[in-house]
């Protein structure tokens, strides 16, 4: 029994050494668990002897390697989404096979704090998915290699790519792509184009058309409501309508000077349109819930809504109780058009969200290959084939394979389709002006975590205890004050 004891140090000992002893050159620092089988005598109590066997824990190096390592970081982490990352990355590797492609999966939420992380090692990952509210403060921390994703989107066709996710990709400090354009979702005005056409009206892409079928709609055909508005003042809704209705008629938290800008009368403008919808409005205070299931069954003509509706029109939205909407109207998803783009008399915007690929500054010239590669053909199609709702190709070349990926399109006309796929074009955030710096952002961060916004519409479409000027001018005190909070 003591030589099985002694032979069992010996191996630890030897896995120790092994360890210490690692080739210098490993470029995978990481400590990787084996676990081993290792055998020893034991006595147990009737003094007899005893083969076991015992579970031991070694650490011992990665294997090195001589490929290069390719790490792609990727909010896309649902497990069936890594799947489909790992599957196009193993395509790749085939083609490429002294390159190696690691798919890391990361919160959405934690990707600054990450960033933040490995750039305190030393250790950045090679290319990031993310949203573009990120891009412009790694841009501004110069953590972000432009000339690699300008490199990047020159090689594919910068004609193929839609012209406004290109703007907002672009440093206007350098002129430069700071990260590449991959996907994202348009929120607009779906509509019902049967009654719309039937009462004579143009689609709702303008200030003028909203307001006149606003006036129209309620009491045609079943309609009781022109539209449902967000004006809960505890709930964001409000926030991301009034939000597009605003920066369509060129009204911005802060001008180019950084001065806060609340109370122009681009800004009163938008108030005063907005809260004047009410009177056609579903009564009482709204959001997304109710306006969704008004227009579902038949009540109101209008309803603004990110693409992630699409199958909701088709089979119904789920409810609270967690049974479905039963739709009352026949084909509803086809007699549904699609309004992108909002225009007034001082400009015109579209809303949504825009997820980019950044390459990070000190990434392998091999990672621009990578990302052109999860751009190309059938490998990007499989990207928005994950949620082809939520996912709006930002390649005019892909937007005829992405109309194939769900069964629910082909409940849509090719007209609405297509107006989904050119929604891009004017696509705005307020978060993402270029000319902004981080204070600024900072702070439109807490006008919407505040609700600044949803209280100013109840107060004067609901409670009538503000005007739209006197709105106006309570929201430019309260980011005053919150600019001066965050400058302290």
């Avoid at 509210?133 to 990047?152: G, Y």
């Avoid at 009206?201 to 079943?222: D, V």
């Avoid at 190309?376 to 892909?398: C, I, R």
């Avoid at 005007?467 to 309570?474: D, F, K, L």
Wanted: aromatic fraction near 10%.
């Amino acid at each position: 029994m003591k030589r099985s004891i002694v032979l069992f140090t010996m191996f630890l000992m030897l896995a120790l050494f092994t360890s210490q002893c690692a080739p210098a050159a490993t470029p995978t620092p990481e400590t990787i668990i084996k676990t081993v089988e290792v055998e020893k005598e034991v006595v147990v109590t009737q003094e007899v002897e005893k083969i076991v066997t015992e579970i031991v824990e070694v650490e011992v190096p990665a294997e090195p390697t001589d490929k290069t390592v390719i790490d792609f970081w990727t909010t896309d982490n649902e497990e069936d989404r890594v799947i489909v990352y790992e599957e196009i990355a193993a395509r790749y590797m085939a083609e490429n096979p002294d390159i190696e492609v690691r798919i890391v999966p990361i919160e959405e939420a934690g990707v600054s704090q990450r960033i933040a992380t490995a750039l305190a090692a030393n250790r950045l990952p090679d290319i990031v998915r993310m949203g573009i509210e990120r891009v412009a403060t790694f841009a501004a921390d110069e953590i972000l290699d432009e000339d690699a994703a300008s490199a990047v989107i020159d090689n594919m066709g910068e004609e193929d790519f839609r012209s406004g996710p290109l703007a907002m990709v672009t440093d206007p400090a350098t002129g430069k792509y700071a990260a590449v354009p991959y996907d994202g979702w348009i929120q607009a005005i779906w509509y019902r184009s049967d009654v719309f056409e039937e009462a004579g009206l143009e689609a709702p892409t303008t200030w003028e058309a909203i307001q006149a079928a606003c006036e129209t709609l309620p009491g045609t055909g079943n309609l009781l409501y022109a539209v449902g508005l967000g004006t809960d003042p505890g709930q964001n809704y409000g926030q991301q309508v009034f939000e597009q209705v605003a920066m369509s008629n060129n009204a911005f938290p802060f001008d180019e000077a950084g001065n806060v800008t609340m109370n122009t009368p681009e800004m009163i403008e938008a108030l005063q349109f907005y809260t004047d919808l009410q009177k056609c409005a579903i009564p009482g205070p709204q959001y997304w819930r109710g306006s969704r299931e008004a227009y579902e069954l038949d009540q109101s003509g209008m309803l603004f809504y990110s693409t992630y509706i699409m199958d909701d029109l088709v089979e119904g939205s789920g409810m609270e109780s967690g049974d479905n909407v039963q739709i009352a109207v026949d084909d509803l998803a086809l007699n549904t058009g699609f309004a992108s783009e909002m225009a007034s008399p001082n400009g015109s915007a579209s809303y949504g969200q825009l997820v980019t690929l950044g390459i990070m500054q000190g990434a392998d010239p091999e990672a621009q290959k990578v990302v052109e590669f999860f751009l190309t053909d059938q490998n990007y199609q499989d990207v928005l084939a994950l949620a082809p709702f939520g996912k709006v190709p930002v390649l005019k070349s892909a937007v005829d394979g992405w109309m194939g990926l769900s069964p629910f399109f082909e409940n849509y006309s090719d007209e609405t389709l297509g107006q989904i796929a050119n929604g891009f074009d004017t696509m705005q955030r307020w978060l993402f002006r270029p000319d902004y710096d981080a204070t600024q952002r900072a702070v439109i961060g807490d006008i919407e975590g505040r609700l600044l916004i949803p209280q100013v519409i109840s107060n004067i479409a609901l409670e009538g205890i503000m005007t739209p000027e006197t709105g106006a001018q309570w929201l430019q005190e309260q980011v005053e004050a919150l600019v001066a909070e965050r400058q302290q």
